[in-house]
């Protein structure tokens, strides 16, 4: 499994970021529910930046490191 590692880009896109499609369109990727995460996990993630970030956002929420995130979002 490839490690995600973020760059100061990819957090502020979380925080930034809306989803483009789907029951969530408009939210910011980092205001996702977990089990849609999840859900995108097991089904897989799309290609490109949005994969990415969907792919590194449920990493964080897994990892407990939300709140960390969160901090920029409040910057």
């Known amino acids: ?14 925080v930034t970021m809306k989803m483009p499609f789907g029951k969530y369109q408009g939210r910011t990727i980092i205001d996702l529910p977990e089990p849609y995460l999840v859900w995108f996990k097991q089904k897989g993630f799309p290609k490109g930046k949005l994969g990415d970030l969907l792919a590194l956002c449920y990493e964080i929420k897994l990892n407990g490191l939300e709140g960390m995130v969160r901090k920029v979002k409040d910057l």
């Open 1 to 14: 499994m490839d490690e995600v590692k973020p760059d100061n880009s990819q957090l502020i896109d979380l």
